[in-house]
């Protein structure tokens, strides 16, 4: 089976777009940002001879102002790099990778120009769209220097296929919850774990020896899954689908029957995948916390707090949860989703847990 079609983040500019509602994920690459730098040093310093084309991959890139931001830190660091060793900057090939469905336009017709013109080496760095699930090869054999992905490897390739059966086994969910049975728990953990050895081994295959990935995603601290830090966001969405379905404005039914392709993993599944797949050594490994609205301003109304976890979250899943229930229930959902959040952190200090993850492909 294939990711859902409707998998996409909110495309363009405008007010519901993700360009427009990233700044959570922003703030985790800008958390991640010193961590990023040293893997690309690392991997330059190791290197005996930096090469005269250098190829670099964003998998999951999106669109809007965090696409180009990685690159731009990535091709900073190489050209100080260079300039610190007395070297001439490679040229750099990058390539800019989601899903087809993704805005790739927005980004090649309103960002990418001015990126070119506020390079510091100008002509040397050319940028491409690369349309394709991650989950499977995506460039040639041994051709990439550095994969860069943030926010995405949370995303399955599928819903688990036990899941998506006539029988309902997550009823009233969207995801793993406290009252899932353990089949749910199960179903996740198994295609989490067949997806994460999909990536490693596809990106072994595509990375040159000693080249290095960065890669930043949701996850949880303990190994019980249905912690309020791996999986709130969802409840509360679940619940504000239940209250429009008490009122009989969507079926109950069709919440029933979705779930969705997501899930976060401890560090204890990530190691063991890692491990058993074999290709990539771990070099750093780190769990951050991170506010539900990105935490820019705490004197702030609780309610205004949840229109902006629930605007992040809109931006998001609306493209899902349209094609399921329709494009009429959105802006309703939303306010009811803003409102129970807001309600939830006037009581409750849960963060989301992001891990940020070096690795290098080991020689072997
Ligand atoms: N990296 C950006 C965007 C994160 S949003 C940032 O940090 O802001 C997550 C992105 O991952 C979405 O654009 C989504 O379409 C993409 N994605 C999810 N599953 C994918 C897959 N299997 N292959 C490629 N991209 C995928």
Not at 84 to 112: C, H, M, V, W
Not at 270 to 285: D, T
Not at 323 to 334: A, T
């Amino acid at each position: 089976m294939e990711i859902p079609p409707a998998l996409h983040m909110n495309k363009g500019d405008g007010e519901n777009s993700y360009a427009k509602n990233s700044q959570v994920q922003r703030m985790i690459i800008s958390k991640g940002k010193t961590m990023l730098e040293e893997a690309v040093e690392q991997m330059l310093s190791c290197s005996s001879m930096i090469p005269e084309v250098m190829e670099i991959a964003d998998l999951g890139c999106s669109s809007g102002p965090n696409t180009l931001t990685v690159i731009s830190e990535i091709i900073n660091v190489i050209h100080a790099t260079c300039r610190n060793r007395g070297r001439p900057s490679p040229e750099l090939r990058i390539s800019l990778n989601d899903l087809p469905t993704n805005d790739f336009n927005y980004i090649f017709a309103s960002q990418l120009p001015s990126f070119y013109k506020e390079l510091e080496v100008k002509g040397s760095c050319f940028v491409s769209g690369i349309a394709g699930s991650f989950y499977g090869r995506l460039f040639p054999r041994k051709c990439l220097h550095f994969v860069h992905s943030s926010s995405s490897l949370h995303w399955l390739s599928q819903v688990p296929a036990s899941l998506e059966s006539n029988e309902v086994v997550n009823k009233g969910k969207l995801y793993i919850s406290k009252s899932s049975p353990e089949c749910v728990l199960e179903a996740y953990s198994v295609q989490f774990q067949k997806d994460f050895s999909t990536f490693l081994k596809s990106r072994s295959e595509e990375l040159v020896h000693g080249g290095r990935m960065f890669l930043s995603f949701m996850g949880r601290r303990c190994s019980d899954p249905t912690t309020e830090e791996s999986c709130y966001q969802w409840e509360l969405l679940a619940q504000a689908l239940m209250t429009m379905a008490r009122e009989g404005i969507i079926e109950k039914e069709k919440i029933d029957s979705l779930n969705v392709p997501y899930y976060a993993p401890s560090i204890k599944e990530l190691k063991l995948e890692i491990e058993k797949e074999g290709s990539f050594v771990i070099n750093e490994v780190e769990a951050l916390e991170i506010d539900w609205d990105g935490g820019s301003n705490h004197n702030e109304e609780f309610i205004q707090r949840g229109e902006r976890v629930a605007n992040t979250i809109r931006a998001v899943v609306e493209s899902m949860l349209e094609s399921h229930f329709g494009e009429h229930i959105m802006d309703e959902l939303f306010e009811r989703y803003a409102q129970l959040v807001g309600d939830y952190l006037s009581n409750n200090s849960t963060k989301y847990i992001n891990f940020l993850l070096s690795l290098v492909r080991n020689h072997i």
